[in-house]
């Protein structure tokens, strides 16, 4: 079956960086966008950001734009999401997806993972 297990969440200072990790089995990994998305307490779910095929096919959220890098390695079927400059309002479990096919700018995706809290302190 299809699996995305999440890694690399923790408590970081404001200002600080956390790497995130998403493995992924059960799929071809190299024909799925993947995505990250997160949701805080007291929030709906929202993206962060998605990459398709490689880094010349990446879409951010504006929130998180030039502070967060989203990349693959598509022969280690894995995701990553390095965040820096973190603050506060970046508290969130954060969530992989993956989507099959080219689809960078939608919210539908097929599978998800279980997700990895981040919690930044001020």
């Known amino acids: 079956q299809v699996q995305l297990v999440e890694s690399g969440g923790g408590l970081v200072q404001a200002g600080g960086s956390l790497r995130l990790s998403c493995a992924v089995s059960?799929?071809?990994?190299?024909?799925?966008?993947m995505g990250w998305f997160r949701q805080a307490p007291g929030k709906e779910r929202e993206f962060v950001a998605a990459i398709y095929w490689s880094e010349d096919s990446t879409y951010y959220a504006d929130s998180v734009k030039g502070r967060f890098t989203i990349s693959r390695d598509n022969a280690k079927n894995t995701v990553y999401l390095q965040m820096n400059s973190l603050n506060p309002e970046d508290t969130a479990v954060y969530s992989c997806?993956?989507?099959?096919?080219?689809?960078?700018?939608?919210?539908?995706?097929?599978?998800w993972g279980q997700g990895t809290q981040v919690t930044v302190s001020s």
């Open positions: 997806a993956a989507k099959y096919g080219y689809y960078l700018h939608g919210y539908d995706y097929n599978y």
């Open positions: 059960g799929l071809t990994f190299s024909r799925y966008t």
